[in-house]
């Protein structure tokens, strides 16, 4: 069974910087995608960042790219989430996702396109 866990997140004041990781709790071997979501409430879940786990390849959702940064550690089975000069805007629960079934690809940007997720972490930004 798959678990994702993660940490990080919490307060912080517009322009400044929050730190997320994701815990994936079986091996990395074959695992094809791995992505960052968020939601608001009443909002659909909107996706954040994805990564290609085997080539670090990654893509950014148009609203965060040049702030937020996304990054995997194999040897730690670690996924994360930098995220600079904040807005209040990025206000949202945040969730790790995975998927083994099929290859990541930069349009494999759809909730559905992942299988497994973590129980999100709360990231709140004041003005």
């Known amino acids: 069974q798959v678990q994702l866990v993660e940490t990080g997140g919490g307060l912080a004041k517009a322009g400044g910087s929050l730190g997320l990781s994701c815990a994936v709790s079986r091996p990395t071997f074959n695992t094809y995608a791995l992505a960052w979501f968020r939601q608001t409430p009443g909002k659909a879940r909107e996706f954040v960042a994805g990564i290609d786990w085997t080539s670090s390849q990654t893509n950014y959702a148009d609203s965060v790219k040049d702030r937020f940064t996304m990054s995997r550690d194999n040897a730690k089975n670690m996924l994360h989430l930098q995220m600079n000069g904040l807005k209040p805007e990025d206000t949202a629960v945040y969730y790790c996702?995975?998927?083994?079934?099929?290859?990541?690809?930069?349009?494999?940007?759809?909730?559905?396109?992942?299988?497994?997720w973590g129980q999100g972490t709360q990231v709140t930004v004041s003005s």
């Open positions: 996702a995975l998927d083994y079934r099929r290859p990541w690809s930069s349009g494999k940007t759809s909730p559905a396109d992942y299988e497994y």
